[in-house]
C-alpha cells in the first residue's frame, strides 16, 4: 500500500472530520493529490485536489466552502478538514495521487489510490 487513508468515522449532521492520508515505501511529496468518494451504488466522484506545492486547490461545488484540503510535504501527507458534514457526504473517501504536479478532477488521471476510508454522517 503506497498511500494509507485514515480518519472516517461516524458523525452527527453538522460535525467535523479530518481526514488524514500518508505515503508509504515512496514519496508523493512532488504529486498532484486529490480526495474522492464513493457512495452506495453511486460512481467515484470528485471532492476536492490540490497542487504539489499547496496551491491550486480544487473544489466540487457540494462540497466548497465546507471542506478544506492541504497538504504537509514534510510528513507526506494529505489532508482533508471536513466541516458542517451532511448525510449525503456519507461516503467511502479515497486519497489518490497522479504522476504530475497539479491536482486534477477527473478518476481517470490519478494512479495510485489510497484503500478508502469510510464517512457516515448521521441525520
Known amino acids: 500500500v503506497q498511500l494509507q487513508a485514515s480518519g472516517g468515522g461516524l458523525v452527527q449532521a453538522g460535525g467535523s472530520l479530518r481526514l488524514s492520508c500518508a505515503a508509504s515505501r515512496r514519496t508523493f511529496s512532488n504529486n498532484g493529490m486529490g480526495w474522492f468518494r464513493q457512495a452506495p451504488g453511486n460512481e467515484r466522484e470528485f471532492v476536492a485536489s490540490?497542487?504539489?506545492?499547496?496551491?491550486?486547490?480544487y473544489y466540487s461545488e457540494s462540497v466548497k466552502g465546507r471542506f478544506t484540503i492541504s497538504r504537509d510535504r514534510a510528513k507526506d501527507t494529505l489532508y482533508l478538514q471536513m466541516n458542517d458534514l451532511k448525510p449525503e457526504d456519507t461516503a467511502i473517501y479515497y486519497c489518490a495521487a497522479n504522476r504530475g504536479a497539479i491536482g486534477t478532477t477527473t478518476t481517470s488521471s490519478y494512479q495510485y489510490w489510497g484503500q478508502g476510508t469510510l464517512v457516515t454522517v448521521s441525520s
Open positions: 490540490i497542487g504539489w506545492n499547496g496551491s491550486n486547490k
